[in-house]
């Protein structure tokens, strides 16, 4: 069970690290809005999803959406649609310190909403977590099984508290919003080579 449980912290965390739209968002409502407890709503929405697709995944939706060719050709289609648009709104996003309340800091209904969105339609959280997550859980059975799935869950949930603290911190030190302007530029970027790579 331990071993299954260090297997689901090393394959969440190395999922979830890469830069994304919906590391990005959580990252910059932590930087832009004006204080913590107002950056709540994204992270409770973007871990709620990600907890809800790695449920599916180990609960075995994987083994019936991989098996339906176009199904997944859908999810691909759709999933380069989604990255290009997405690539160019980051692109495009006006940035500031989030001070005067103005900028990309959202309402709690536009982040649940938007955090949402680039959870449950980013084909790369659907990928991972229903492709590589749900296809590694079929190792185990029973309490394990649980157990890794529960490991994956809980990085989730730790990745989004952090990345939105580390947007606060950023947001406090760089005034000129200078660092998140670079940070969308590169992430639009991330996310048209995303796009492309799927293409191919």
């Not at 659907?126 to 990085?155: P, Q, R």
Request: glycine share 8%.
């Amino acid at each position: 069970m331990t071993l299954a449980f260090l297997h689901g912290v090393l394959l969440a965390f190395g999922l979830i690290l890469p830069l994304g739209v919906q590391n990005v968002f959580v990252f910059n409502q932590g930087a832009l809005q004006k204080t913590f407890s107002r950056a709540l709503p994204v992270i409770l929405t973007a871990s709620l999803c990600d907890t809800l697709l790695i449920s599916l995944a180990v609960l075995g939706v994987s083994v019936v959406v991989l098996s339906v060719a176009w199904l997944k050709t859908l999810l691909i289609v759709g999933g380069v649609i989604f990255l290009f648009y997405m690539g160019w709104n980051t692109w495009k996003a006006p940035v500031n310190n989030g001070e005067n309340g103005e900028g990309t800091s959202f309402s709690p209904r536009k982040q649940i909403a938007y955090a949402a969105s680039v959870s449950l339609l980013n084909p790369h959280a659907i990928l991972d977590t229903i492709g590589v997550i749900g296809t590694s859980s079929l190792a185990y059975t029973g309490s394990v099984k649980l157990a890794f799935a529960l490991a994956c869950i809980l990085i989730s949930w730790l990745w989004f508290i952090g990345l939105a603290l580390a947007g606060r911190l950023t947001g406090k030190l760089d005034k000129s919003g200078h660092f998140l302007y670079v940070l969308n530029k590169i992430s639009a970027l991330v996310m048209w080579a995303a796009a492309i790579y799927l293409i191919i």
